[in-house]
């Protein structure tokens, strides 16, 4: 695998990505620029008020007086100007990892963005305190305030001898018992490149949500063939691809940036056997799986630890008074938030 992403238009690979991408630094740091005017279900990973807002509002939409609340807050975002935002080492995927020599340069590359677009919120996504705590001193000492935005879980598996959950346990036996095909693959022809990404685009678009990434063919076709990821495939007994998990090794922690499976084949666990494919691979290689957010329950089941991550992000250069006022306000009143209390609302 390589670190060396291709560089390619941002919505070549994300069609709703309203955002431009840049590499900056000696080591390629990614840098996303949103455009001022957002579209229609604009993705997270490049926005915060499709993450923190909209998101939010679309899983509380069976809540009408709780989903009109977050609305509302969202276009007071709007009026103070977060659509217009700079995001330091953001890779176009939900987590982003960065090796020792990228870390020690978003600061500067921070500093750099700020001075050239003084009109822009500039920030920092993925950031947990136990892995980056310099980094995040640092930050504060420059003025930006943390703000909780997920709760991602760690299956720590460098340790061999480390036990195995009871649920996790019967999820392997089924994996084993199904007799599935799993291959990691570096290569990846062009009619399994069109079974992943309609496999992607039912679980992420169809059945959670349009603020996910909306990826094209072209984007697993580039990660994968160009050795930057490889890719997780589960096939059944005739080689058509039943599950799929791309796979974002830096360093000794690994990432899942987009993973699917076909929820109509008459199989036990479709999402079970998938990641008992992922935690072998993870625990065969010794790594530590980094397995973002969402199913919360299955994920602490199976051993995983939760952990609450944070954007770090500072004001425009230009600002008025009120916009850091409500930006050290939102940080102040979050500050006290635990992952576990995220858990208790459905993280």
Same mark, same amino acid.
């Given at each position: ?87 330091? +080492? ?32 500039? +920030? ?135 993973? +699917? ?87």
């Amino acid at each position: 695998m390589t670190d060396k992403w291709p560089m390619v238009k941002l919505t070549d690979w994300v069609s709703n990505a309203c955002a431009t991408l840049l590499w900056e630094g000696d080591t390629k740091v990614p840098i996303s620029i949103a455009f001022p005017i957002r579209q229609k279900n604009t993705s997270y990973l490049f926005s915060p008020r499709s993450g923190w807002f909209d998101y939010l509002t679309h899983e509380c939409r069976h809540q009408p007086v709780v989903a009109l609340l977050i609305a509302a807050l969202g276009k007071l975002s709007y009026f103070l100007g977060i659509d217009k935002t700079i995001f330091i +080492g953001n890779y176009p995927i939900s987590t982003s990892i960065w090796n020792t020599e990228q870390e020690n340069e978003l600061l500067s590359i921070a500093s750099k963005m700020s001075r050239l677009n003084p009109g822009y919120y500039i +920030g920092v996504r993925n950031l947990l305190p136990h892995r980056h705590p310099t980094l995040i001193s640092n930050l504060k000492s420059l003025g930006y305030f943390g703000i909780p935005s997920r709760v991602i879980y760690e299956f720590d598996l460098r340790d061999e001898n480390k036990p195995i959950p009871s649920h996790l346990k019967r999820d392997l036996a089924l994996l084993k018992k199904l007799n599935l095909d799993v291959q990691v693959c570096s290569k990846l022809d062009q009619d399994s490149l069109m079974q992943i990404h309609d496999l992607y685009q039912k679980i992420y678009l169809h059945k959670h949500s349009l603020l996910n990434p909306q990826y094209t063919t072209q984007f697993f076709d580039d990660v994968v063939n160009q050795g930057v990821m490889s890719c997780l495939v589960v096939r059944v007994p005739d080689q058509q691809i039943y599950s799929f998990a791309l796979l974002l090794r830096t360093g000794h922690t690994l990432t899942v940036p987009a993973l +699917g499976y076909d929820t109509k084949f008459n199989l036990e666990g479709s999402y079970r056997v998938l990641f008992a494919a992922i935690y072998t691979y993870t625990k065969d290689q010794r790594l530590l799986l980094n397995y973002s957010s969402g199913a919360g329950d299955f994920k602490r089941k199976r051993g995983g630890i939760a952990y609450l991550e944070y954007t770090y992000l500072i004001c425009p250069l230009n600002s008025c008074n009120i916009k850091k006022f409500t930006l050290a306000l939102v940080a102040k009143k979050t500050a006290p938030l635990k992952a576990q209390d995220l858990i208790e609302l459905g993280a």
